[in-house]
C-alpha cells in the first residue's frame, strides 16, 4: 500500500476512521447496554444522538454523553502494544495492560467483561496464559483485534488469525471467539487496504472459518454460517425497524461473540459508508449495543476514513474522552508500512 504522499494519506486516513469509528459506535451505543428493545423504547423512543446514560442502568449508568467504555480503551491498548513490540505481540502484555486500566479506572467494576475478569484471576493463579482464555465465548475480544487489521493483509489469513489469536489468547481462547474475532479483524483490514464493504464478504468468512479452528473447539454453531445468515436477512428486508427486530430475535446481539460478530458485520454491511446509521441500528437493537455498535463502528470507518465520519461525532468523542487518536493512527500506520510496505 506504499507509493504516492496522496495513497500513503488515504491509508493512514481509514486507519483513524477505525479508532474514530471504534469509540463513536461505543459511545453511542452505551447508554443502552444490555437492555431489552422494549425498554430501549420506554426510556428513549429511539437512541438517535449521544446521551446521557440512564442511572437506572446498571453497566453503564453515570457515562455522559460521548463517553467510551472499555470496548475502546482495548482498542487502544492492543494498538499501543502491536506498535510498542513491532508487531510482535505478547498475550501477557495485553491483559496486563487490561488489568492495570481497570485497577486506575473505578467505572470498570460494572463494565469490564466476564471472560476477561475470569482471566485475570486465572492468571493470578498461576493458570498458563495459553489456558487463562479457555473459557472465554464472550465479545470482549470483538473490538481489540482490529489494529490486527491493520498491520496484516487481508489475503494472509493464516497470519492474521495467528495474530488475533495472540491478542485474545489470554481472555478468549475458543473457537467461537476467536472465529468471531477474526471475522473482524478480516473487515478491517480489507478496509484499510481500500476495498469497497460490499466486497469484503469472502474475506469475512474465510478468516471467520479459519478463526473455528483455533483455541479451544466449543460445542456450537458456527460464526461464518451465522455471518452468512445475518448477511442474507439484511439484504431480503429494506425496513431497517424490521431488519433490527429479526436481527436480535434470530441471531442476537448480546454477549456471546457467536450473537455480537455477525450482527456486527451485518450493521456495517447493511449500512455501507453511513457510520451514524450504523451507530443506531446497533444502539436500538438492544442487547450489548456498545460493543455492536463499536465492532460495526470499526468496520465502517476503516472502510470511509476518519475525512467522511460526522465532525461533530469526531470532535465529542475527543473531547470527552482524550484518546489520542491521530497518534496512534500514525504509529500503527508506520508500523504496517514497515511490515507490508
Given amino acids: 500500500m506504499g507509493g504516492s504522499i496522496g495513497s500513503m494519506g488515504a491509508v493512514e486516513d481509514r486507519i483513524l476512521g477505525m479508532l474514530y469509528g471504534c469509540a463513536i459506535g461505543d459511545s453511542f451505543g452505551m447508554p443502552s447496554e444490555m437492555w431489552t428493545p422494549s425498554h430501549i423504547r420506554e426510556r428513549f423512543g429511539a437512541v438517535d444522538s449521544f446521551v446521557d446514560s440512564p442511572v437506572e442502568n446498571e453497566i453503564s449508568g453515570g457515562f455522559k454523553a460521548g463517553e467510551t467504555t472499555d470496548d475502546?480503551?482495548?482498542?487502544?491498548?492492543?494498538?499501543?502494544?502491536?506498535?510498542?513490540?513491532?508487531?510482535?505481540?505478547?498475550?501477557?502484555?495485553?491483559?496486563?495492560?487490561?488489568?492495570?486500566?481497570?485497577?486506575?479506572?473505578?467505572?470498570?467494576?460494572?463494565?469490564?467483561?466476564?471472560?476477561?475478569?475470569?482471566?485475570?484471576?486465572?492468571?493470578?493463579?498461576?493458570?498458563?496464559?495459553?489456558?487463562?482464555?479457555?473459557?472465554?465465548?464472550?465479545?470482549?475480544?470483538?473490538?481489540?483485534?482490529?489494529?490486527?487489521?491493520?498491520?496484516?493483509?487481508?489475503?494472509?489469513?493464516?497470519?492474521?488469525?495467528?495474530?488475533?489469536?495472540?491478542?485474545?489468547?489470554?481472555?478468549?481462547?475458543?473457537?467461537?471467539?476467536?472465529?468471531?474475532?477474526?471475522?473482524?479483524?478480516?473487515a478491517v483490514a480489507h478496509g484499510i487496504e481500500g476495498g469497497c464493504l460490499e466486497d469484503m464478504v469472502q474475506v469475512v468468512l474465510g478468516a471467520a472459518e479459519y478463526g473455528s479452528h483455533l483455541g479451544r473447539e466449543i460445542p456450537a454453531p458456527l460464526v461464518s454460517e451465522r455471518i452468512k445468515y445475518s448477511l442474507n436477512l439484511s439484504g431480503s428486508i429494506k425496513d431497517d425497524i424490521e431488519f433490527m427486530k429479526r436481527q436480535y430475535e434470530l441471531i442476537g446481539s448480546g454477549l456471546p461473540m457467536i450473537q455480537a460478530a455477525p450482527t456486527a458485520i451485518a450493521i456495517a454491511y447493511r449500512c455501507g459508508g453511513d457510520l451514524m446509521r450504523a451507530c443506531r441500528l446497533a444502539a436500538n437493537m438492544g442487547g450489548d449495543t456498545d460493543t455492536v455498535a463499536a465492532m460495526a463502528g470499526m468496520v465502517v470507518g476503516a472502510h470511509v476514513g476518519a475525512s467522511r465520519i460526522d465532525c461533530y461525532a469526531k470532535e465529542l468523542v475527543s473531547s470527552v474522552n482524550g484518546h489520542p487518536f491521530e497518534t496512534v493512527a500514525h504509529g500503527l500506520f508506520e508500523l504496517r508500512r514497515s511490515l507490508i510496505g
Avoid: Y
Fill in 72 to 186: 475502546t480503551i482495548v482498542a487502544f491498548i492492543s494498538a499501543e502494544a502491536l506498535i510498542r513490540t513491532s508487531g510482535n505481540i505478547n498475550p501477557l502484555d495485553i491483559v496486563h495492560s487490561i488489568e492495570q486500566w481497570s485497577i486506575d479506572n473505578p467505572k470498570s467494576k460494572t463494565i469490564v467483561g466476564p471472560s476477561t475478569r475470569l482471566a485475570f484471576d486465572a492468571i493470578h493463579s498461576g493458570v498458563p496464559v495459553e489456558e487463562a482464555g479457555r473459557q472465554g465465548e464472550t465479545n470482549g475480544a470483538g473490538t481489540r483485534v482490529a489494529p490486527v487489521g491493520v498491520i496484516v493483509s487481508s489475503s494472509d489469513t493464516e497470519t492474521l488469525c495467528r495474530k488475533v489469536q495472540n491478542v485474545c489468547m489470554a481472555t478468549h481462547n475458543t473457537s467461537t471467539a476467536l472465529s468471531g474475532a477474526c471475522a473482524i479483524a478480516a
